[in-house]
């Protein structure tokens, strides 16, 4: 395994260097650098032209210039633009803003993806699974820019100019709450009458919810309140225990229920540590969370039960412990929305500039900034996770050892947990490995849509400016990503599958 | 082929059940001797699985596959019965359709009555306590019915968890001991190891294991050597008789290898494009044989007592279509004996005079005698008259 | 040419004696090539039909209505002519029938409107789809050859060939696509989109180059290629007469994903201002042009829009087809 990892590193290095070759030569030959200077008068054409050629060495030939980038690249220091300033400087900001964009937005891709996905291969030929899959083609086919201009329009300016005075039309209420109906009916496997039973309750319940909203102007100043986080507590620890250990009353359903509660009377004893928290506090309670977590499954589990009790309360413990937080930072809503003049989705950059505040405020200027992007980058890579996992699923469902696990007399639910995701996600946590490696090269379009001055920026104004150095500062990140990240889906992939692993 | 009566043995507690078990184990290490039927405990009067008009469709873009065709057949205690045919005879698929695990898409009808009980319409909760505890299954492809991300022990282990509330540890045991029952070598040791570290023939001993552990009354085996190696098939085969009795469950064989059966099966059910054409003890269908498809089937068969340079007498053709089924028999354009009659009528599945044996006079519930033998053929008398049906197949099957 | 799971069964095997009753009862199946196979699945993929439909439409729509190059078109307005704004140049298309309100189904004179200098929107949009559709079409022919060349020599030569393919394509993956398309097309861009396309072609066949090797990899063990090499054919025949042939599935489907992304690279990079240099434009261009007109001339900006969208739809969803009609695992019944 160690000389397997040790051989990748070395293929990968000497690719890295042919790679950064080529990236280099291109990017010294898409145009001339001196292009804006020559239209100046002539008397500071001459000096103005001696002085950039000197900075970018343009006496030189390509490949000279290269290995002095090379060399200097070798001591960390990725050079200087042609406007003299310090490269390394430019990309320390632009790795923090393109991180910050793209790590949400394809965890969450991931997650979801993966979800819908599974749900469209266990339901497959049903409504759910075609409007799914007809979503999915949709979305592969849609130009990131795009919809990245239509969500600006209506997912910020007519969204924030809604906020004012969030009522909802009756109309949205109907189309929406039928919308949502018919999803769950889809997905209740039954005779027509569960079905319909399903319908009539989705739509009910979701038409309610929206009026309820509607009618309290939610929205002006949404917050869930200790009811709301007591409900989702208990439901979370119910959804978790069916899923992981079946729908009978057993020891994991108690150990979810004892981490339910324990979340609920946490929100209160809590409450004056989280009014003024800072990122080591959350970080330290969301720590404390899962070791309680672990102890109540430990403990409530037994010996017989005790793997799915740990799980099922630590799930339940950490979707606790977010609805708590998100609680906490919809609580400075208003204050925040009254900060922004009334316009909490925000379409340019990644903050407010000069903008100060609490915690919670900044929680929520962050957020403000990135749900537009992020919902575009969702939008286009939701879809791959979609349709592979999906196709991985029913790959799997139909091999023989999943037949066996039948005949062993296994419940469906086992059946689908242990035999064929277990299996069938092995080349999908590959996928997602290497999804990683290019989202930051992927993001370069987004990040110009909604103005963030990123990795995306460096290798724009680079090309435009036939300027290599900032490109190869692109580059470097970038590939260096795409190979690192391919390495470690490959050593994910020999240590999820035992075939490999062990030969 | 002695068939004394015995009583089911008292149910016994599966240590004693392992107990005796080693000791076969230790006695076919001294001196190998192959074990043949005669060597097992025989049925007993007791029926236990009896499948009445079992029918499976498969609706596909061409057209409506009529894999299995009004399948009947009973099964006693301790009883082996093979199922034989060619590939797409629908053997396998109606075996899968008696514990439902026949892809969703699948149309079954008819009754698989476990002890009186409907599998078919059982809701999957009753479906799934039967499933590996009463009737456990054998597959064919042993590469491929293991889990590869799953240990063996594991595997194993879940057997008995997915019906016994016990300690996984206890479960562990277990499937130490099975392990152990089926000869493999450090048993506990080769518990942690994975699928692909084990050969063919290991694996399938693996599957055995599996199909064992819950003591359950029926064993299905799905053509289990097939795809093994000529030499490890009969050391598999052996042990699965050796663990019949070391469990006292009956098993369904399905075999397209003539051969297998012989030595192995009480009776024997032969089918032909999706539905059985000839039934009977073993002795009576391989010996007086009613129905031509099954001469075909042993004048295909190499023999050491055939004289040197005589042909092996194979059948000509390939079986129908199963989505459009001529009207007549379906054995009939490849039949040499088929005439008008077999081609506008396809013959029902009836007794003839081919059977003796003590069980002939002893009717089971639905009044036909369980060792009767059925064939469908207009024309089985021509067969009877003759000592070697498959003779008509002499000359590439040309009516002489 | 058929593969064994190809061929249907019940419609195979000599039998001499009986074959004239055997067609009277229904027993053989008319034996099918693999084409005829393939045709059949195609046409019952509904989606995929309809992907066709629109496809063909689109581009009969672009190439006819302002006509190509010295051909001349049946659509009266140029996307050069700038002229006078007329109804502040909103769309004229009305599709709304009379009974229910609207002025009926008719084109007007400026079906997708104006452009703040009264250049017909329409024709612009028809413009700028030829442009993305050659560019598109170029780099889907060009990945697909270079790919299937590449894949294929390094799936059947292995050793230092294979090496050597390899290292190259894991070269070409380690750059971040936008960066090494944008970087080729800047160089490119302004010499036409016919270069465009190539370029965009050379940097784009990493995936077909993978299918198609790994597809080859199993098939150079297959006995045929086993039987054909010890009769002594030679590598160039065997590739191209026995290989070739049994992976054109991969091909073509890798062809018309290879279209799809192309379309989207294309219009994403002319959006960026590498790709398609004026005075052409393209779907993309016109989006980026017309960018700061989103809330004043909306229109501007969703034609092209919704025209990239129909294309790519269209592409995704005929190869989606193509791949059920090659690989039909979901009608496979096991016995």
Known sequence: MLVFIARRLVVSLFVLFAASFVMFVLAANVGDPLADLRELPDDAQASAIAERVERMHLDLPVYARYFLWLGAAFTGDLGTNRQGQDVNVLLADAISATMQLVVAATVLAIVIGIAIGIISALRQYSGFDHSVTFGAFVAFSLPIFWVGVLLKQYGAIEFNNWLAQPVIPPLVIGVVALLAGLAWSSLIVGDRRTRLIAFTGATAVTAALLAFTSLTRWFADPGLGPVTVAISALGAAFGF????????????????????????VMYFVLSPVL???????????????VAVCVAIGYGVGGVLHRRNAIATAVWTGVFTGGVIFVDRMLQSFVSYSRSVQGRPISTVGART????????????????????????????SLATYTRYSRASMLEVMNLDYVRTARAKGLPERTVMTRHAFRNGLIPITTLAAYDFG???????????????????HLLITGLNEADPIPVMAFFVVASGAIVIFNMIADITYAYLDPRIRLS | MTQSPIPPPPAEEPGKVLDGAAAVTEAAGEVHTARTLEDTQGPTENEILRVENLSVEFPTDDGVVRAVRNVSYSLREREVLSIVGESGSGKSVSSMALLGLLPRSARVSGKVLYRGQ?????????????????????FQDPMTALNPVHSVGDQLAEAVLAHELVPPKHALERAREMLDLVGIPQAAQRLRSYPHEFSGGMRQRVMIAMAIINNPDVIIADEPTTALDVTVQAQILEKLLEVKDAVNSAILLITHDLGVVAGLAHRVLVMYAGRPVEVGTTDDVFYRTRMPYTAGLLGS?????????????????????????????????????????????????????GAEGPDTAGPDAGGVPVAAHLASCHHWERLAETDDPTAFFRNGGITP | MS??????????????????????????????????????RFFRHRAALVGMFLLISVVLLAFTSIGYGPLPGWWDKSPTATGSLSDGGNPTLSLVPQFLGGSGLALGEHPFGQDNVGKDYFALTMKGTQVSLIVAFVVGIVATVVGTVLGACAGYFRGWTESVLMRVTDVLIAIPLLAIAAAAAKIAGQAGIFYLGMVLGLVTWTQTARLVRSSVLSLREKEFVEAARSVGTSSARIIFKHILPNTVGVIIVSVTLAIAAAVLLESALSFLGMGVQPPDTSLGRLITDYRSAMSTRPWLFYWPGLFIILIALSVNFIGDGL???FDPRQNRVRD
């Not at chain 1, 009014?275 to 969370?289: E, F, Q, S």
């Not at chain 2, 199963?322 to 054995?331: A, D, R, V, W, Y």
């Open chain 1, 241 to 264: 225990s069916v899923l992981i250990s079946g729908p009978k009353p057993n020891r994991p359903m108690y150990a979810a229920l004892t981490a339910a509660a324990v979340g609920t």
């Open chain 1, 275 to 289: 009014d003024a928290p800072n990122l080591a506090t959350i970080a330290g309670l969301a720590v404390t969370t």
């Open chain 1, 353 to 380: 500039p000069n903008y100060e505040g609490t915690f919670w405020e900044l929680t929520l200027d962050s957020a403000g900034h990135l749900a537009l992007p992020t919902m575009a980058l969702i939008l286009v």
């Open chain 1, 438 to 456: 290019t989202v930051i090269g992927g993001a370069v379009v987004t990040e110009t849509v909604f103005g963030w001055r990123a990795m995306g």
């Open chain 2, 118 to 138: 409907d599998l078919l319409a059982m809701r999957q909760k009753e479906l799934r306590s039967v499933r590996g505890r009463k009737i456990s299954m054998i």
């Open chain 2, 301 to 353: 068969i190499p023999s050491m007592t055939s004289a040197y340079g005589e042909r092996l007498r194979p059948i000509q053709g390939t079986p129908p279509s199963l989505i459009n089924m001529p009207t007549g028999c379906p054995f009939s354009p490849r039949c040499p004996l088929a005439d008008d009659t077999c081609r506008s009528s396809e013959p029902p599945l009836a007794p003839t005079d």
């Open chain 3, 3 to 40: 593969t064994p799971e190809n061929t249907p069964s019940g419609a195979t095997g000599p039998d001499p004696d009986s074959g004239a009753s055997n067609e009277a009862q229904g027993m053989n199946i008319a034996a099918r090539t693999q084409w005829q196979l393939v045709r059949a």
């Open chain 3, 323 to 325: 791949r059920d009609a």
